[in-house]
């Protein structure tokens, strides 16, 4: 087995996730056209945005676009990403 990380086949996934400016300017648009929590405005709460999370996680399939991120707070985006964890694992 290759000892480097990246070389064992299946161990990281290759997303197609936008990095450096084009990754900043879709974090700072999602964040001004939602300031406030998706999930919290659900429960009738004003809480601010601070994570651009993925509705549909690339390692589900989803894409990089707008149209499938949404800002979350902090704690809304932890409890999403540990169900999401905990969904994968059980199946």
Known sequence: MPGKPWARPGLFVKDKRKRGRAGMRDRAQVLAEEP??????????EVASDVVDHKIPL??????????????????????????RAFTRRR
């Open 59 to 84: 390692a589900w399939g989803g894409t990089d676009d707008l149209d499938n991120k949404q800002g979350l707070c902090d704690p809304c985006h932890d409890e999403k990403s540990k169900a999401e």
């Open 36 to 45: 406030l929590c998706r999930l919290c405005l659900e429960k009738g709460l």
